[in-house]
């Protein structure tokens, strides 16, 4: 992964915490987990020649990330 898909990704993750509502936004440990969770999904994703827009054009993965985490941290 190159450091233009690691900015896209921390772009991305940035985006998809300000669509929820202020008093669910992720925390910034929250975001910068999130765009971790996201980068090693792409990196095994890669090994099968999945890329970023394979994954746009199945579900919003940088928002998915963001809840992952939250949920995770619900449950602890």
């Known amino acids: 992964m190159n450091q233009h898909e690691t900015n896209e990704i ?16 992720p925390t910034a440990a ?4 999130a765009a971790s969770v996201l ?3 792409l990196q095994a994703a890669g090994t099968y020649g999945v890329t970023l827009a394979d994954f746009d054009g199945v ?3 940088a928002r998915l990330a963001i809840q992952l985490v939250q949920s995770r ?3 602890r």
């Open 59 to 61: 579900a919003h993965f």
């Open 39 to 41: 980068h090693g999904m």
């Open 30 to 33: 929250q975001a910068a987990d």
């Open 73 to 75: 941290d619900e449950s």
């Open 10 to 25: 921390a772009r991305r993750i940035a985006s998809a915490a300000m669509e929820f509502a202020p008093s669910h936004r």
